[in-house]
């Protein structure tokens, strides 16, 4: 079986190296090396780093939709492209350019969690579990039939980074194994029913900022789904806050934003239950515990979260 990978992030890397296992990787496709840290200082994506060290050539379109894309994965004579985090929509003359199209490992139950997003919004929603669907891409937003689904229970307090790194394995698993069977014509891909689909639309700014007159128990899973990256932020004292860690706890005497110390906890109220903030970070500042900001007194009974200065 000869295969292109499409792909960008640390997130698709295991499935790379599964793939490597169950076909002849003609060539991996990933995003333009991108600036980042401090300095700013190109850096290549991590597929692309994954694929040099395993000796694939790596092709770095800046543009998806001119035509020349297509030709040049016709001119790879592949069988098959399979596609994870690749983060942009191809097109439908790149999805036809190999002989069995394109297959696509979506980090979501379909139909459910169709979109950019399907890690951070499947927590959001307090849903229980998760799971890889490996799909025949056509050019609807995941609207493909689905070859194979393999579910995965999400943990009561787990974040979406530690729930995509077991994703992650997941997708390995199934490249490894169902791929092939694939290739051999032994699995058929069933339409979805579009009835039963749900979106995850990117994370935009407004979504992480917290609305304390949620219940508790929502805004656990608004922190949890946006850790560690971007972040759930609220305000304090006129500077923004990020919430890192936070549990439901014990305060039902506080409304909602508002500051308490119960025990050795710092709390805040909430539209039902309270918050206790484990770990947090004031802008321009460190991660700290919830107490630590009290102990400094960068908040504390009688302030409000989510209130301007």
Do not use: C
Request: no cysteine; hydrophobic share 45%.
């Amino acid at each position: 079986m000869r295969a292109i990978f499409f792909g960008t992030p640390e997130i698709a890397v295991p499935a790379l190296h599964a793939l490597a296992e169950v076909a002849e990787i003609v060539a991996v496709v990933s995003q333009p090396d991108r600036p980042a840290g401090r300095g700013l200082q190109l850096a290549m994506p991590a597929v692309k780093q994954a694929a040099l060290a395993l000796g694939v050539p790596v092709h770095q379109p800046t543009a998806v939709r001119t035509g020349a894309l297509a030709s040049w994965v016709r001119e790879q004579a592949a069988d098959v492209a399979l596609v994870m985090a690749y983060g942009r929509i191809l097109p439908l003359d790149v999805l036809n350019a190999t002989r069995l199209g394109a297959l696509n490992l979506h980090a979501s139950l379909l139909p459910k969690y169709r979109g950019a997003a399907p890690i951070q919004w499947s927590i959001m929603r307090g849903e229980s579990e998760t799971g890889i669907s490996l799909m025949q891409m056509d050019v609807g937003m995941d609207t493909g039939p689905v070859y194979h689904r393999v579910s995965l229970p999400i943990a009561p307090d787990e974040d979406a980074g530690h729930l995509a790194e077991r994703l992650s394995q997941l997708a390995a698993e199934v490249t490894r194994h169902e791929l092939p069977r694939v290739f051999r014509g032994e699995l058929s891909a069933l339409p979805q029913d579009p009835v039963l689909a749900t979106h995850a639309p990117p994370i935009d700014a407004a979504l992480r900022v917290i609305d304390w007159t949620r219940s508790a128990r929502e805004i656990v899973h608004l922190v949890l789904g946006l850790s560690p990256r971007p972040g759930a932020v609220t305000t304090v004292r006129g500077k923004s806050l990020k919430l890192l860690e936070v549990q439901v706890a014990e305060a039902p005497d506080l409304t909602p934003g508002e500051v308490a110390v119960r025990g050795q906890q710092l709390v805040a109220g909430s539209g039902h239950g309270a918050v206790a903030l484990v770990r947090v970070q004031v802008e321009g500042k460190r991660p700290t515990t919830g107490r630590d900001l009290v102990n400094g007194r960068v908040l504390g009974p009688g302030d409000r979260l989510g209130e301007p200065s």
